[in-house]
């Protein structure tokens, strides 16, 4: 079960601010040109540091990607990525009932044993099928229709947001290049639809298809490219573009 939106954790928002003059003799303020320079050079930031990582090929079919299901998959990736060798005993604590519940040292070791073939053989999976496919909750992931742009602003993928599954929440999902799906666009008798749902609570769900570029280290996430969005609704998958 993935956590949805509203629950989710930011750990980083980018503030900015608008000079604004009372009178025609004040003195114009130059905090918005500062704040403006110094927003433009974070996103630069973020956006380079995303281009220096592994690039999905944007030509794979969607068919390639898998449905991430269960934390112990994105456990299993985070390790292949991070070029680490597996802590045997920590994933077998995860993954055997047995193992987590044994006092014995020596049948603990003799799980162990046996697991660690498995172990390598699903880390040597993840690191072949990199491609990930994720659906998120979407009551809550997108904002009213903005008429003016055309397009609904949606919140899945803003920066310091991350996913866990409760089976195994030690490691998360997060997306290098979210602030590029934060205007999502599809045609107009779609985003009715859509918003019909949306303002009627009923359920539809967005769909990320990823690709896992690197393990963070130091928060325990599986880095992620997106490489396109879609929403169900009613069954149908809609295809969705960037407004950005």
Do not use: W
Not at 231 to 237: A, D, M, Q, R, V
């Amino acid at each position: 079960m993935n956590r949805t939106l509203p629950t989710l954790l930011a750990i980083a928002v980018i503030l900015s601010a608008c000079g604004k003059t009372e009178n025609n003799n004040a003195t114009p303020t130059v905090a918005a040109p500062a704040t403006s320079v110094a927003d433009m050079a974070a996103k630069a930031q973020v956006k380079a540091a995303a281009a220096s990582l592994p690039q999905a090929d944007a030509a794979t079919p969607s068919a390639s990607y898998v449905d991430i299901t269960s934390g112990n998959q994105l456990m299993y990736s985070y390790i292949a990525l991070s070029g680490v060798p597996p802590d045997y005993a920590a994933v077998a604590q995860r993954i055997s009932r047995e193992y987590a519940g044994s006092n014995d040292a020596f049948r603990k070791q003799e799980v162990l044993d046996a697991l660690k073939p498995q172990i390598d053989a699903k880390v040597g999976e993840a690191k072949t099928k990199r491609y990930l496919r994720y659906q998120i909750n979407g009551q809550g992931a997108l904002s009213p229709y903005a008429m003016d742009k055309a397009a609904f602003p949606a919140k899945f993928a803003e920066t310091g947001t991350y996913y866990y599954m409760y089976d195994n929440g030690d490691y998360k999902l997060a997306f290098s290049n979210g602030g590029a799906y934060s205007l999502l666009k599809v045609d107009q008798d779609a985003a009715r639809k859509i918003e019909a749902a949306r303002s009627g609570y009923k359920d539809f769900t967005i769909i990320v298809y990823a690709y896992a570029q690197e393990a963070d280290m130091a928060s325990n996430q599986v880095k992620a490219q997106i490489v396109k969005v879609a929403i169900k609704l009613n069954g149908e998958e809609i295809p969705v573009q960037q407004a950005l």
